[in-house]
């Protein structure tokens, strides 16, 4: 069974604008997936319909099938035992996943204590163990510290953190980079990257940034107007893309890294 089946997905507006047209695509467990397409495109609406979350007003149609169950159409209360274990996302701007006024530590027990059962001293370590896995040193201080009182950096990471508690079989990853300093953000991605590996998770990672997403994703999907404009793997995407549009992206990116290498050698 594929863990993620899309097939015509559609998100229309209560004005009937289409937004995400007919889009076909799957993630089978443990393969990576990138989703891309300039700012507008759709790749967020995609990644939340993948969910059940989108903004109220508007509305999908087609299918989203995740581990077998069907989301589009789903009751509130099938969607929340979809989400976590199934499939969980971070988020561009972590603090749309964040409490402002409770501490982290508190966050990340939530889902840990729902999913583990666990109370006191082991879910007070099993939070610290969390928040160690995706590499924040001292654990235990950044625990007792409010969202803001932590890093840009540091908060991702606890969005991370959270969105792994559950050991969800799919990670959606919506421009997790973007908000991040350049270094801070291959950090992040090197973290990504590790984590899915170790625990054979499958990633749909979506992405405005084509040398971003070749570097952690196996295939592409590209998107443009809500359309899947041409998918295959990252090689043959670079190499040999069939669209134009594609071949533009491709061109862009390549533009971007040689003046990086311009600059660092000059
Ligand atoms: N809540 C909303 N109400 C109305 N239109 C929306 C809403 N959210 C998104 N849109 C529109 O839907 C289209 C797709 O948006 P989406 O956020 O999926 O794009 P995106 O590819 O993720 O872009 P970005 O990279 O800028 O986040 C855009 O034209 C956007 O203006």
Redesign the pocket.
């Known amino acids: 069974m594929t863990l993620l089946d899309v097939r015509g997905l559609t998100?229309t507006?209560g004005e009937d604008?289409t937004?995400?047209d007919d889009l076909t695509f799957a993630v089978g467990a443990g393969e990576r997936l990138g989703l891309i397409?300039?700012?507008?495109?759709?790749?967020?609406?995609?990644?939340?319909a993948v969910l059940g979350l989108l903004?109220?007003?508007?509305t999908a149609t087609g299918s989203v099938r995740l581990a077998g169950t069907e989301v589009v159409g789903a009751r509130e209360k099938a969607l929340t035992e979809l989400r976590g274990r199934r499939a969980s996302v971070v988020f561009?701007e972590p603090l749309t996943a964040l409490d402002p006024l409770m501490r982290v530590g508190r966050q990340i027990a939530e889902p840990l204590r729902r999913r583990t059962g666990l109370k006191g001293d082991a879910l007070h370590k099993a939070v610290a163990d969390a928040l160690d896995q995706v590499r924040l040193p001292d654990p235990r201080r950044i625990a007792r510290a409010f969202p803001h009182e932590i890093s840009g950096g540091q908060r991702q990471r606890v969005a991370l953190a959270m969105a792994l508690a559950c050991e969800p079989e799919l990670l959606i990853a919506?421009?997790p980079t973007?908000a991040l300093d350049v270094t801070v953000q291959a950090d992040m991605l090197d973290l990504l990257d590790s984590l899915v590996r170790e625990r054979s998770m499958a990633l749909l990672f979506?992405?405005?940034d084509l040398a971003v997403v070749s570097r952690i994703t196996d295939s592409v999907l590209v998107?443009r107007?809500?359309r899947a404009v041409e998918t295959g793997t990252v090689e043959d995407l670079v190499h040999r893309p069939r669209e134009p549009y594609t071949a533009a992206l491709v061109e862009s990116a390549r533009k971007l890294e040689s003046a990086l290498d311009v600059g660092a050698g000059g």
Not at 37 to 48: V, W
Not at 55 to 58: D, I, S, V
Request: charged residues 15%; aromatic residues 0%; negative net charge.
């Open positions: 998100v507006t604008r937004l995400v397409g300039e700012s507008g495109s759709g790749k967020s609406l995609t990644s939340l903004p109220p007003g508007m561009q919506d421009e973007t979506v992405s405005h998107l107007h809500g």
